[in-house]
């Protein structure tokens, strides 16, 4: 397809690009007419319109399905930087007339609605009752994702547990999280757990996060023959019910497996580390009155007040 070079962005354009976004969030034309409330004919004309007001090939359509072309993937990155734009600037014309009405884009990452200490739930519960015209979209994801997207304004905040703080985020302490090492029941140690010694616990399988965790855990893992990795902590709870591999987990994740007779805590005494969850923001961009309400909301709920980090 030919270059071209695109000199100013008309509202026309924007339609276009938000059309493509919900192709590629649809995966297929078919599966966008419905949200979209055109045809496929007339999805596959926007997109050709598109293609050719950016001079780009963004995908690829036909009998062998729906996909996209490097630069459709980048450009599908950009129109979501695009979109957090325009949702900043409509979140100051907001606080211009004193109203919550917008989006509230919040990342978490996973696991952690089991907490019992549900902060980050009753802070959204209330900030829903009290204004419905904000549109609440929580994302899952991992850490790092997180931290990015908080960081390029495509999250207002993100819940994540306290690593590596950058510096160009603010940190508001939620939670101290516990994790213990745990074997499954069909594991040779679930009936001897009183004959166990920490020399010994090399002897067996263990299960090593291949995400960030904090010096304190990483030394525990050095104590274990991790043979075994997993991206998240639902993939080492897994491997811990297969019987054959041990694995550190937070303990209100573990709880009803171990309620259930399906998992047991090892030397719980001294196998266990603790990682701070918190909450970040991107240091300076609190002139968001949507966070700035939420932030007040949750404030109230951690009593005594949690400290910040910077």
Request: one cysteine or more; aromatic letters at 8%.
């Amino acid at each position: 397809m030919k270059p071209k070079k695109l000199n100013q962005v008309t509202d026309f354009d924007i339609k276009l690009l938000k059309i493509f976004k919900t192709v590629c969030d649809c995966h297929s034309f078919s599966s966008a007419e419905s949200i979209l409330g055109i045809s496929r004919s007339a999805i596959s004309l926007h997109m050709s319109d598109l293609e050719n007001r950016l001079g780009i090939r963004l995908c690829q359509r036909g009998r062998a399905g729906f996909a996209l072309t490097d630069e459709g993937r980048e450009i599908l990155e950009y129109i979501e930087v695009l979109t957090a734009s325009i949702e900043d600037f409509r979140a100051k014309i907001n606080q211009m007339h004193n109203q919550l009405k917008g989006e509230f884009n919040i990342g978490i990452i996973n696991n952690l609605v089991t907490m019992p200490s549900l902060y980050i739930t009753n802070t959204l519960a209330q900030l829903a009752e009290e204004n419905t015209e904000v549109v609440i979209n929580i994302s899952m994801s991992t850490l790092s994702d997180i931290e990015c997207r908080v960081l390029d304004n495509r999250l207002h905040a993100g819940v994540i547990p306290l690593v590596t703080p950058l510096s160009g985020l603010d940190y508001f302490h939620l939670y101290e999280e516990k994790s213990y090492l745990y074997c499954g029941k069909n594991h040779p140690l679930f009936n001897h757990l009183n004959e166990i010694k920490s020399k010994d616990l090399n002897n067996w399988q263990a299960v090593l996060p291949n995400y960030a965790i904090t010096a304190e855990a990483s030394k525990l893992h050095q104590l274990l023959d991790c043979s075994a990795t997993a991206s998240d902590r639902e993939g080492i709870a897994f491997l811990i019910l297969t019987g054959k591999f041990l694995g550190f987990l937070p303990d209100h994740y573990a709880k009803k497996w171990v309620e259930d007779g399906f998992m047991q805590p090892i030397m719980q005494e001294v196998m266990y580390y603790s990682t701070p969850i918190c909450l970040t923001t991107h240091k300076g961009k609190n002139y968001n009155m949507i966070l700035k309400a939420f932030m007040d909301i949750l404030k109230q709920k951690i009593i005594p007040a949690a400290p910040s980090i910077s």
